[in-house]
């Protein structure tokens, strides 16, 4: 069974603990069976990789690995503070998420 994660691709999120703690990015893809996310410029790793045969020089590719799900909370646009999810039926029945603190409706970025 997979877990449900309350936290979607393109919602905007702030890091609550670790290295890179106060950082906020935009999540860029979840990974709900291992409870994990990436983050954009969040996270940032370096693979180092070896230069072929002949003259292909080797290089350093950096990325952004993937955060546990713990460790970052979306960001609320409507009152600009750190929300925790939750899910309210809106009048037409259809689920929608919204931040507990203000109980408006999360709107993704879009971009």
């Known amino acids: 069974m997979i877990p ?3 936290i979607k691709k393109n919602d905007t999120v ?3 603990s ?3 703690r106060g950082k906020q990015g935009r999540v860029t ?3 709900p069976q291992q409870g994990m996310v990436v983050v954009e410029g969040i996270n940032i790793r370096t693979r180092h990789l070896r230069g072929g045969k002949g003259k292909q020089a080797g290089s350093k590719v950096q990325f952004a690995a993937p955060l546990k799900v713990s460790k970052v909370m ?3 646009q409507n009152c600009n503070r750190l929300a925790r999810v939750r899910s309210l039926a809106s009048a ?3 689920k929608v998420r919204s931040c ?3 109980q408006q409706p999360l ?3 879009t971009s």
């Open 4 to 6: 449900k994660l309350k």
């Open 14 to 16: 702030r890091v609550i």
């Open 18 to 20: 670790g290295r890179d």
């Open 29 to 31: 893809q979840v990974f």
């Open 74 to 76: 979306v960001l609320c």
């Open 92 to 94: 037409d029945g259809n």
């Open 100 to 102: 507990h603190r203000c």
């Open 107 to 109: 709107v993704l970025a």
